[in-house]
Nanobody
Framework: QVQLVESGGGLVQAGGSLTLSCVVSGRAVSTKSMAWFRQAPGKERDFVAAITWNGGSTYYADSVKGRFTISRDNAKNTVYLQMSSLKPEDTAVYYC?????????????????WGQGTQVTVSL
């Protein structure tokens, strides 16, 4: 059984920073690529960032490039999302997900396991 548990969300002022964590348990954790998605109220779940199993490659949505950094520590079975220069439009529930090999990075259907999400709220 694979479980993903996110943490680190909260309320932050615009321009501030937050770091999200996703602890992954289960089989073959370190051999899987991982990603972060986010979903604002009334909107679809959108791709934010992804990282390959060894951290060798990363991918970002245009809206977060230069502001967010995805990383992982396989020894701790943890994936991180460092967010800086936060904007009100970054407000959403953030989810981590496990990638299905060969699928598109930026599509929800490319992932088989999801966490429960952590709320990030950015105020003016």
């Amino acid at each position: 059984q694979v479980q993903l548990v996110e943490s680190g969300g909260g309320l932050v002022q615009a321009g501030g920073s937050l770091t999200l964590s996703c602890v992954v348990s289960g089989r073959a954790v370190s051999t899987k690529s991982m990603a972060w998605f986010r979903q604002a109220p009334g909107k679809e779940r959108d791709f934010v960032a992804a990282i390959t199993w060894n951290g060798g490659s990363t991918y970002y949505a245009d809206s977060v490039k230069g502001r967010f950094t995805i990383s992982r520590d396989n020894a701790k079975n943890t994936v991180y999302l460092q967010m800086s220069s936060l904007k009100p439009e970054d407000t959403a529930v953030y989810y981590c997900a496990r990638h299905i090999y060969g699928r598109q990075w930026n599509e929800v259907h490319g992932y088989d396991y999801w966490g429960q999400g952590t709320q990030v709220t950015v105020s003016l």
